[in-house]
T-cell receptor, first 113, second 115 residues
Framework: AQKVTQAQTEISVVEKEDVTLDCVYETRDTTYYLFWYKQPPSGELVFLIR??????QNEISGRYSWNFQKSTSSFNFTITASQVVDSAVYFCALEGGGNKLTFGTGTQLKVEL | DAMVIQNPRYQVTQFGKPVTLSCSQT?????MYWYQQKSSQAPKLLFHYYDKDFNNEADTPDNFQSRRPNTSFCFLDIRSPGLGDAAMYLCATSRDLAGPTDTQYFGPGTRLTVL
């Protein structure tokens, strides 16, 4: 069975603060993929990143960065210098051998002025 | 721009009155998915089509049906909506079911209200 845990239900930060969203996963598959999606208030799930289980390199894209650590089964997401437009629900997801996405319960990020 | 389009964005129906939600895509992807997302919850997969092959999730109620008349369009039919079916319905597409091209891209969703 696969499981994704996002222990942080809601995080509030002040604009320009850095914030890290945690994601811990469980799977017995040796090949799997990890994803992050952003869901703003409009409702659309916006794809942010995909990472396969054999690639543990961290990735940076502008103000976003991702830290994948197989040893701790974690795939954390950091937003540097947060902005109000970053306010959204962020979902971490896992795709294993069954080729289905298992989503975490999401973290609501609120960035205030 | 290539995209996933859902119509309508908001749908109000009456208890027991059939309703159809629409999804179209210009990505020419092989796979189309329907998810149900209730408030403050993760999306839940209802079913998917790989080309014309339909795959229903084991726990999807019979009340939910789907049609895919061609590559571009997929419909979600709710035969007799109950109050518990009020939710956001998300359509997604992916090029393939597995491998590096199976990333799912989502539409903006249709928020269904049942009165």
């Amino acid at each position: 069975a696969q499981k994704v845990t996002q222990a942080q239900t809601e995080i509030s930060v002040v604009e320009k603060e850095d914030v890290t969203l945690d994601c811990v996963y469980e799977t017995r598959d040796t090949t799997y993929y990890l994803f992050w999606y952003k869901q703003p208030p409009s409702g659309e799930l916006v794809f942010l990143i995909r990472r396969n289980s054999f690639d543990e390199q961290n990735e940076i894209s502008g103000r976003y960065s991702w830290n994948f650590q197989k040893s701790t089964s974690s795939f954390n997401f950091t937003i540097t210098a947060s902005q109000v437009v970053d306010s959204a629900v962020y979902f971490c997801a896992l795709e294993g051998g069954g080729n289905k996405l298992t989503f975490g319960t999401g973290t609501q990020l609120k960035v205030e002025l | 721009d290539a995209m996933v389009i859902q119509n309508p964005r908001y749908q109000v129906t009456q208890f027991g009155k059939p309703v159809t939600l629409s999804c179209s895509q210009t990505l020419n992807h092989n796979v189309m998915y329907w998810y149900q997302q209730k408030s403050s919850q993760a999306p839940k997969l209802l079913f998917h089509y790989y080309d014309k092959d339909f795959n229903n999730e084991a726990d999807t109620p019979d009340n939910f049906q789907s049609r895919r008349p061609n590559t571009s369009f997929c419909f979600l039919d709710i035969r007799s909506p109950g109050l518990g079916d009020a939710a956001m319905y998300l359509c997604a597409t992916s090029r393939d079911l597995a491998g590096p091209t199976d990333t799912q891209y989502f539409g903006p969703g249709t928020r269904l209200t049942v009165l």
